[in-house]
């Protein structure tokens, strides 16, 4: 099944390319928060949301904006907790308008010094490849530890963002990925914090279902060194069938890392 007429034609991945010049907006800026000493929290929920490192220090283009908005509103209208992950960067880089969340926590890599038990964990933010990927990486392991049987990782593309350093020359999206990087990014200063887009604009420049699939496997946390190789892992986007990548036994605990255009999916 392929999606390049839906990709690239889509309005949603057009509207982000203008953002700014089509529309005039005015952020909310957050005032210094106030923290929770991150040994302080135990959460125990169904189901939480964090949200690492939201600064508009690290996607100046506010390419994960209206995403983050959006998972922030989700989760509060179903009474899920939020947890904003917060590195020194100034209060007023922050992209979200809720400066309300349950908690703030300090996390200067995406660390996660606090205790999470919950079901369903709706991950947000970034650096994909960097500090959101290391909050994924300690949140499976205390998951692991406590051999959790049941544990659904959904991603929210549209509020993630990435500078997609996972792929490589050798891919078969890797001209079309740097061509529209080129574009979003023309005429910005050099630096790291400049090239970003979100997942979701990622996954709309990669042609078919299959790359989407080979491309996000390639973010996932190493859950082959974590979970035991009993327990069963599958990846899925959207709502497409899910893709087995450990089958485990049939009483194995299951592991299922959803990547989801929007919150308004989440389910």
């Known amino acids: 099944m392929t999606r390049s007429t839906q990709n690239l034609f889509r309005p949603d991945l057009l509207a982000s390319i203008g953002f700014f010049a089509l529309t005039k907006l005015s952020f909310a800026a957050c005032s210094a928060p106030v923290l929770t000493p991150a040994k302080q929290l135990d959460l125990r929920a169904d189901s939480a949301l964090i949200v690492t490192h939201a600064s508009a220090l690290y996607d100046p283009r506010y390419s994960t904006k209206h995403g983050l908005d959006t998972a922030v509103y989700h989760a509060k209208q179903n009474k899920i907790p939020v947890i904003y992950l917060v590195d020194d960067s100034p209060a007023r880089y922050a992209m979200m ?29 970034g650096h994909m490849e960097l500090c959101l990927s290391r909050s994924a990486h300690d949140l499976i392991e205390q998951a692991a530890k406590r051999s959790q049987k049941e544990l659904k990782v959904s991603y929210v593309m549209d509020a993630i963002y990435s500078n997609g350093k996972t ?43 299959e790359n989407d699939y080979l491309y996000l496997r390639e973010l996932l946390p190493r859950w082959d060194r974590t979970f035991s190789k009993d327990t069963r892992i599958e990846l899925k986007m959207d709502d497409f069938p899910s893709r087995v990548l450990q089958r485990g036994s049939r009483e194995s605990a299951r592991v299922q890392f959803h990547f989801v255009n929007s919150a308004d999916l989440l389910h």
């Open 97 to 125: 308008d809720d400066c309300e969340p349950s908690y703030w926590i300090r996390s200067v890599d995406g660390e996660i010094d606090f205790s999470v038990d919950v079901k369903h964990l709706i991950l947000a933010g």
């Open 167 to 209: 792929i490589s020359e050798t891919d078969p999206f890797y001209r079309d990925f740097h061509w529209f990087m080129e574009i979003v990014n023309y005429g910005r200063p050099g630096g790291e914090q400049w090239p970003k887009l979100n997942l979701l604009e990622t996954t709309g420049i990669i042609k078919s279902i």
